[in-house]
């Protein structure tokens, strides 16, 4: 057998329009609520993994640059994966992502979802996509939705080992091709990442438990919403839960605030042009970036309604993509 074993993977990341929000067991990363989510396209993360036996320890180099802070965790990932090989290989991990990697545009989930798959492939691992989605959560959470594209559902699940906590495709992106625009409001990295929030919100936040209690209504609306290409009730349903999530952030102790002023902007542009017709809706995840979900045909006055918001640095448009996958490790080497 050669001493080196190399695939590469790429996944896009996802955004939640019924947002995960707490969690019912840290060291396993099994969520507290069920979630729903599109997988989006144009923005990937493109991951190569070679084990080598001769390697002392696992390498990880994203965008170019040996990442520390990462490495850890990515080492974690890699030893689930390990484990069920039977092996003790390090590895030499080379990422690259085509959009600014902690701006709050989920580079976690396309990242871990890539190097899962990547990682299985280059051990020979034949996991299902449902295996995927399991050991991806467990480096991060929203990661195990990348693995599948369109719209994805991550169940909150019942078993204590989280065997039943994984994703599931319920639509296929071609089936109900919205676009996505992301309001870049700010390039700084956010002080409180989403764990850590989760935990405070967890424990000081009087709005927990009601939080948690409504969490099955929002599924259910959004998953009949996706059924039926209803896109009202997907935008009602969708923009609830992003309010309810950072109204639970904000009564934390000491709250928690994520957006910032051309943050709350954006929205009233988003609310407004709903309001004059535009089929049009919003989320923010646990950072101040602006996700604008429309109609493809709305897509051009979306974006410059965006993009003439003062405070608003850069606006991103995708559509909804596939999941995660393996490429050749050339198309990495090539990325720009
Ligand atoms: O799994 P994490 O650590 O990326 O947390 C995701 C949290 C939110 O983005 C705010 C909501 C979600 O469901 O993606």
Not at 170 to 197: F, H, M, Q, Y
Not at 199 to 211: F, I, L
Not at 296 to 316: C, F, H, K
Request: hydrophobic share 45%; with cysteine; net charge positive.
């Amino acid at each position: 057998m050669p001493p080196v074993h190399e695939a590469a993977a790429q996944a896009q990341p996802n955004i939640a329009l019924v947002k995960y929000w707490g969690k019912r067991d840290a060291a396993l990363n099994l969520p507290a609520v069920g979630s729903i989510s599109i997988t989006l396209d144009g923005l990937w993360t493109r991951t190569r993994v070679r084990f080598d036996e001769r390697l002392p320890q696992d390498r990880f180099v994203l965008d170019g640059r040996a990442d520390e802070r990462e490495a850890a965790r990515v080492s974690r990932c890699l030893d689930l994966l390990r484990e069920r090989a039977g092996v003790r290989w390090r590895a030499d991990v080379v990422s690259r992502n085509n959009f600014p990697t902690a701006a709050g545009l989920a580079s976690s989930a396309s990242g871990f979802a890539a190097l899962v798959t990547a990682a299985a492939a280059a051990l020979g691992l034949p996991l299902s996509e449902t295996e995927k989605s399991e050991l991806a959560r467990r480096a991060s959470g929203s990661a195990a939705r990348s693995i599948f594209g369109g719209y994805v559902e991550w169940a909150h699940g019942r078993r204590a080992d989280g065997k039943d906590s994984v994703a599931q495709c319920l639509r296929a992106a071609a089936d109900w091709p919205l676009r996505v625009v992301v309001a870049i409001t700010s390039r700084a990295a956010k002080e409180v990442g989403s764990s850590a929030g989760m935990r405070r919100s967890a424990e000081t936040s009087p709005y927990h438990a009601a939080w948690i209690a409504a969490q099955e209504d929002d599924l259910a609306a959004a998953r009949s919403a996706i059924a039926a290409r209803d896109f009202q009730r997907l935008a009602e349903v969708a923009e609830h839960s992003c309010l309810k999530m950072h109204a639970l952030a904000l009564a934390a102790r000491p709250g928690l605030i994520y957006w910032n002023g051309t943050t709350v902007e954006a929205l009233h542009r988003i609310r407004a042009l709903r309001g004059s017709g535009v089929p049009v809706f919003f989320t923010v995840d646990a950072g101040p970036q602006v996700k604008a979900v429309c109609e493809p045909q709305a897509a051009e006055t979306v974006r410059a309604a965006l993009a003439a918001t003062p405070g608003v640095l850069d606006v991103i448009e995708c559509g909804l993509g596939a999941g995660a996958r393996l490429i050749e490790a050339a198309a990495l080497e090539c990325a720009a």
